[in-house]
Nanobody
C-alpha cells in the first residue's frame, strides 16, 4: 500500500502562483509515475502533469508553459509549481502515484483562482 499526503492549494488571484506538494509513504517502488490530476465541478477528472522516475514529464496542453513538475526521490515527493493561474484552473487537484501496476490517489486539495 501507498499513502499520499498532499499539501498546498488555496485561494489565489488570477495571474498568481501556487505550489502543490505530494509525499508518498508505505511500500515504495523505485519505478513509478507520479503527478497530478484535477477535477472541476461538473467535469471529469483530467491530467495536469506527471513525471516518471526517469524524469520524463507530461503536461496537459492547457497548462504547458505555466506549470512545472519536479520530483524529490529522497522524500518520495513530487511538486507542482503553478504560475499565471487562470480561473479555469480552479479545481480539486489529486495526487497520483502509479507503481507495481497499481494506482494510488490522494484525497485532493482545492485550488481556487478568483479575484
Amino acid at each position: 500500500q501507498v499513502q499520499l499526503v498532499e499539501s498546498g492549494g488555496g485561494l489565489v488571484q488570477p495571474g498568481g502562483s501556487l505550489s502543490l506538494s505530494c509525499a508518498a509513504s508505505g511500500t515504495i517502488f523505485s519505478i513509478y509515475v507520479m503527478g497530478w490530476y484535477r477535477q472541476a465541478p461538473g467535469k471529469d477528472r483530467e491530467l495536469v502533469a506527471t513525471i516518471t522516475n526517469t524524469g520524463y514529464t507530461r503536461f496537459a496542453n492547457s497548462v504547458k508553459g505555466r506549470f512545472t513538475i519536479s520530483r524529490d526521490d529522497a522524500k518520495n515527493a513530487v511538486h507542482l509549481q503553478m504560475n499565471s493561474l487562470k480561473p479555469e484552473d480552479t479545481a480539486v487537484y489529486y495526487c497520483l502515484r502509479s507503481s507495481d501496476n497499481r494506482d494510488y490517489w490522494g484525497k485532493g486539495t482545492l485550488v481556487t483562482v478568483s479575484s
